[in-house]
């Protein structure tokens, strides 16, 4: 066999995705297995943007689109961001790709280079730290726990930056905790990051619309740091369109042009049937976003209710996203038969095998001693598979 390159023995595999096949594989298997691992709403794609996508069909929207995607949708993004968020953008300062995670590691691969640091709040989606990785550079995790709601205050923030710091990544509504970041904690870190010019903002906002607050707010509000602020969202979790692959960034014009340019070597635009669908979401009834978002928020209610019943479960009240992720250190140690219970990763193995509740250790999202659970799927799926992990961690001992 010959050996692969130094970039890619860098990675590490998805735990997400290894954990959603070991599901399916144990599904195989003719057991009843509940999947609380995977962050992809259990909705369908709403009527009027698949009736959009089959017009497309028909209308022949089957070449290629311009790099950054077709000028309609990109003025669809630039009028949802100025009706929603207040924010004025033009189409050149957006790009469309492949899906929001795309999005990101285009981000990366312009901005960074080998020795740049990228500050990475932890608990932290998997994937930022491996994209930083395949920019060769270095990422700088500041760690906020389940007391403080999983989010870095201003001055853990200031004492994480140095002379060598390019980037950080902020995520709200947040992947893994659901922890959103109010106007006033954005504003603390905006007036911390207004001191250091060189830093450009990623700012992931895909699950902008599964929010409990009653209202996004966006880093790129301020003007004291918006002209370094890079917009990261899409259509994937609020419209219900995960395999549709429509993400995109709203930037200074800069870097959407040195995004273009590295998109326009590696994959060219996105779907042009999947732009239209998304250029439909965006200017179509908006009714649909909010039977979701009405769906999710039951659903955290119960799951919160549920999980907070389990004695050793640290449970706190997330106000965004679809997940939760209690803090299970009580459970470290302990046994079942002859197997110890090491840290959470075997943790979840362990409610897997014996419980047959599919969910996500927390080493994977910087944080050792909690699970994730997405309640991305029936009430009564979630009070059943609840059911079956108090009973599995009743077992040990």
Not at 221 to 230: K, P, S, W
Request: proline share 5%.
């Amino acid at each position: 066999m010959f050996p692969l390159s130094d970039r890619l023995a860098a990675l590490s595999p998805s735990e997400t995705l290894a954990m959603s096949q070991k599901s399916n594989e144990l599904k195989a298997q003719g057991f009843d297995v509940i999947n609380l691992s995977v962050g992809e709403p259990d909705f369908n794609t709403p009527d009027h943007i698949k009736e959009a996508a089959k017009q497309a069909v028909d209308n022949n929207f089957s070449f290629y689109s311009p790099v950054p995607g077709y000028p309609a949708l990109r003025n669809a993004i630039c009028a949802k961001l100025k009706s929603e968020n207040g924010l004025d953008y033009k189409p050149e300062q957006i790009v469309c790709s492949n899906g929001a995670k795309q999005s990101v590691c285009n981000v990366i691969l312009a901005i960074i280079n080998k020795g740049d640091e990228v500050i990475i709040p932890a608990p932290f989606w998997v994937s930022y730290p491996e994209m930083v990785k395949l920019a060769d550079g270095t990422s700088v995790f500041v760690s906020a726990g389940i007391d403080q709601d999983f989010k870095i205050t201003a001055s853990q923030l200031e004492e994480a930056i140095t002379s060598k710091t390019k980037a950080i990544i902020l995520c709200s509504p947040s992947n893994p905790t659901g922890s959103v970041y109010s106007k006033a904690e954005l504003k603390e870190l905006a007036d911390v990051l207004a001191k250091y010019p060189n830093i450009i903002i990623l700012s992931d906002e895909i699950y902008e619309h599964i929010n409990y607050l009653g209202k996004h707010e966006s880093i790129a509000q301020f003007e004291n740091v918006r002209d370094r602020v890079v917009i990261i969202n899409g259509v994937s979790k609020g419209y219900a369109m995960t395999g549709w692959r429509i993400g995109w960034i709203a930037s200074p014009k800069w870097i959407a042009s040195a995004c273009n340019t590295l998109q326009g070597q590696y994959t060219s635009g996105p779907s042009s049937v999947a732009q239209k669908a998304a250029e439909a979401a965006y200017t179509g009834d908006q009714s649909c976003v909010e039977t979701m978002r009405i769906a999710f928020e039951r659903r955290k209610k119960l799951v919160v209710d549920l999980a907070r019943s389990i004695p050793g479960l640290k449970v706190n009240d997330p106000q965004g996203a679809f997940y939760i992720f209690p803090d299970c250190s009580t459970y470290i140690g302990k046994k079942f038969g002859e197997k110890t219970i090491e840290n959470s990763g075997d943790l979840a193995m362990y409610l897997l095998e014996e419980g047959h509740v599919a969910c996500v250790g927390g080493g994977a999202f910087g944080a050792p001693d909690c699970l994730r659970f997405s309640y991305a799927t029936s009430d009564e799926n979630l009070v059943k598979a609840f059911g079956w992990i108090k009973e599995a961690l009743s077992k040990l001992n």
